[in-house]
């Protein structure tokens, strides 16, 4: 998906200005789906614009400058729904908390623990908030998604407190086992270039 299907996505569900849309990116239901930036926002707006896939208007605003709002048009709707119809391209996750678990064997383990459990806080400040959602009167996709994003982030929170002790355990035997080995005999995992490529998949 590319930005100008995301801000038609926006748009879809109501007039916005360029602040607003990477507003709805960053914080709000799109920030699940892709990242915009304000440098990739209104170069889309522009096009989307040109191609009479949007109005612009300005809006007066009481002790500052006017801003420009944005809605679709009925050309705007019918390249949204033909993007609707083209299959999704595989999901990308980019985690930071992946990476530090992936190389948890090189980190103290109270250091470890200490991430974990704010990753299972993460989730549960996540949870909270959905569930004050009133979903009962949004459309069935949206009540589906949001019902798919609790799922994910009730499975991970089960995964990380069902796996985190034995997890750690591992982690502090591996520690001691290795606790005269030099630094560099200890940063290595022992798997080849080749190996590699058969465990990317689970990642």
Wanted: charged share 25%; with cysteine; hydrophobic share 35%.
């Amino acid at each position: 998906m590319d930005v100008r299907t995301l801000c038609l996505g926006i748009l879809n569900r109501g007039d916005a200005s360029g602040y607003e849309i990477k507003k709805a990116c960053e914080e709000g239901l799109f920030s699940h789906f892709q990242v915009a930036s304000f440098g990739a926002i209104y170069p889309a707006l522009a096009k989307l614009s040109a191609e009479n896939f949007v109005d612009c208007h300005q809006m007066a605003q009481e002790k500052r400058p006017d801003k420009k709002v944005y809605s679709i048009t009925p050309r705007g709707r019918n390249a949204l729904f033909e993007q609707l119809l083209v299959p999704p391209a595989p999901d990308k996750v980019n985690s930071d908390f992946y990476f530090m678990t992936f190389f948890a064997h090189l980190m103290p383990t109270d250091v470890l623990r200490r991430v974990l459990a704010r990753r299972i806080s993460w989730y549960e400040g996540h949870i909270t908030r959905m569930q004050e959602c009133k979903m009962a009167n949004r459309p069935p996709g949206e009540r589906f998604t949001h019902g798919l994003g609790l799922a994910h982030y009730r499975t991970e929170i089960e995964y990380l407190r069902t796996h985190m002790e034995q997890f750690l355990s591992e982690i502090e035997a591996q520690a001691r086992t290795q606790s005269d080995s030099a630094p560099a005999e200890r940063s290595g995992t022992g798997l080849s270039v080749a190996g590699e490529q058969h465990c990317r998949a689970a990642i």
